[in-house]
């Protein structure tokens, strides 16, 4: 399960236009990284290949960039995990959105640069407005590094294309 | 203590070659972030101008950048407190190497996008080869982020220039 066809849709392609400017996973965002996320089974997956410039020393991926990863991965896994909860088809109105309330990454080893990362994401918890999810990072069939993100659902409004 | 002059010394520009290619803080990554850091009485600050593409949605700030700077600030505070800790000049050899272990932020408000991020750390204890740092991210001078980094020494020869 870890390639996708580019037309199949992730779970960032639903988003509502205002999250789709995302440094980290937006659609839109010319310059960003472009996470793309989709259901594994119970889990969540995504692939992500850093680029050459992406390290922490040589041969070592950057830690802020495993960082983001688990951050839009888990986030976009907390809205999908929201659609499905209530049965709902992904991207039906009113639009689920989610921003991070908090990130917890522990690096258990240095991942190397090279071989494609598998982001995986498990929600252990949905409590009314967040959602806790608990995240890995694979390389080489290895776990570096692992994750824990709560997710916080906020209201429609509180985010618009003009803010603020 | 918020604008330092370009020829000021950072934490980073001490930083032995392996490091320097660091996509946060290196000063020889030409797609990095280029983060300085400096000591601003017992605390060190980074101040950061995000470009406009560094944004989780329309006006705000991404929570993965936010990590990233919280993460080398710390880092490269470190590493600085351990030379002060010695009384050593910065940057002599043996250079001081250290590594994040693990990184914990917290989104207490969204980041507005435009004015300069302000990263301020602090060192709560050094044991051993770790180093327990806090930080904070101030904008429009409001705290919007909390973070809390193990930072933790490596020996010299875990990183080469042609690791792995």
Request: hydrophobic share 35%.
């Amino acid at each position: 399960m870890t390639d996708r066809k580019p037309r199949d849709k992730s779970f960032q392609d639903f988003y509502p236009p205002s999250y789709s400017h995302c440094y980290g996973c937006g659609t839109a965002n010319a310059h960003g990284l472009h996470i793309r996320s989709f259901w594994d089974g119970e889990e969540s997956l995504a692939v992500f290949r850093p680029q050459p410039y992406h390290l922490a020393f040589p041969g070592y991926v950057y830690g802020g960039l495993l960082a983001s990863l688990i951050d839009c991965h888990c986030v976009g896994t907390a809205a999908a995990a929201a659609y499905r909860e209530e049965g709902r088809k992904p991207g039906s109105e009113p639009a689920f959105r989610y921003v991070t309330g908090s990130l917890q990454v522990d690096f258990l080893k240095p991942t190397p640069l090279g071989p494609p990362l598998h982001i995986r994401a498990r929600v252990e918890e949905i409590a009314g407005r967040k959602t806790v999810l608990s995240a890995t990072v694979t390389a080489d069939s290895v776990i570096t590094v692992r994750g824990r993100v709560v997710a916080v659902r906020i209201p429609e409004n509180l985010v618009t294309e003009h803010a603020p």
